[in-house]
DNA sequence: GAAGACATTGACGTTAACGTCAATGTCTTC
DNA sequence: GAAGACATTGACGTTAACGTCAATGTCTTC
């Protein structure tokens, strides 16, 4: 089972010491120790993964940190009307991320109009002073 | 032709003042004025539209103005080497948004487990003491 | 013509998300 | 055992994206 040290991480994942621990301030992952030293598992990797996606997507850390809130939710001991609220923010989630879908598709449509319009330029003549 | 004062715009839009104020000092409009007073056309509008649907999709305001400029580059004065400069800016952000929009489709996969699961234990009897 | 309603331009304040730097500790290596 | 390499915890700094407030102007309305 793999582990890593706070720097391996990071230079796997393309970000500094000072973000990952900023993150774990913030409450948004728990590494092990080992001493003072930090000890990050596949679990705290993935789990990292998560919230670079997240910040990929343009979320605030405390969004982030709701979705993973969700997302290692345990339904075992939960009530059944805890599970209808977790439901419920799940569903509000998944209609934000549609309306995002929608805006991206729109902004890619307009970057193939704008693409297009280029090309035809290009491709009038080769040159004006032929 | 309709015509907006800051107040009328920025309640159809559901922002400030302030930020419309604070974008057009990024230069990212730059409406007429009747005196002192800002006038903003559909135009201005539906530039607003579009800075604010870049929020939506997590861009920085830098990156929004890029976009921006992309998007009203006027083609007819360019030489062919602008044109195609352009167009690399045009696939760049292309590739980014298809990225994105990957990322979300994931979240998206990632809900809808999580939805299933809640589902699932709701599903298995209506209560225990039954 | 005084009172509101709306506008303007500073300018300073605030929050999120880190960067940076200092002081200190531990572990290897020559 | 001194030197690097890597780690730690503060703590203060920085930037983006506005919020807020003061001072002032204009325009309507009673």
Redesign the interface.
């Known amino acids: 089972m793999k582990l890593w040290t706070i720097s391996e991480l990071c230079s796997e994942l393309g970000i500094t010491t000072r973000t990952i621990r900023f993150y774990e301030d913030k409450g948004l992952l728990t590494p092990e120790r080992l001493g003072a030293n930090r000890i990050y598992s596949y679990k705290d990797k993935a789990r990292m993964q998560l919230i670079l996606?997240g910040k990929?997507?343009?979320?605030a850390l405390d969004e982030i940190k709701e979705?993973i809130d969700?997302?290692d939710?345990d339904?075992g001991p939960?009530q059944?009307e805890q599970?209808?609220f977790?439901?419920e923010r799940?569903?509000e989630?998944?209609v934000a991320?549609?309306?995002?879908?929608n805006?991206?598709?729109?902004?890619?449509r307009?970057?193939?109009l704008?693409?297009d319009?280029?090309?035809g330029?290009?491709n009038v003549r080769p040159?004006v002073k032929g």
Not at 103 to 108: F, H, I, S, T, Y
């Open positions: 996606r990929r997507l343009g979320f979705y969700l997302y939710a339904l939960m059944r599970i209808n977790l439901l799940v569903k989630r998944r991320l549609i309306k995002q879908q805006d991206l598709q729109e902004m890619l307009e970057l193939t704008i693409e319009e280029c090309q330029m290009l040159t």
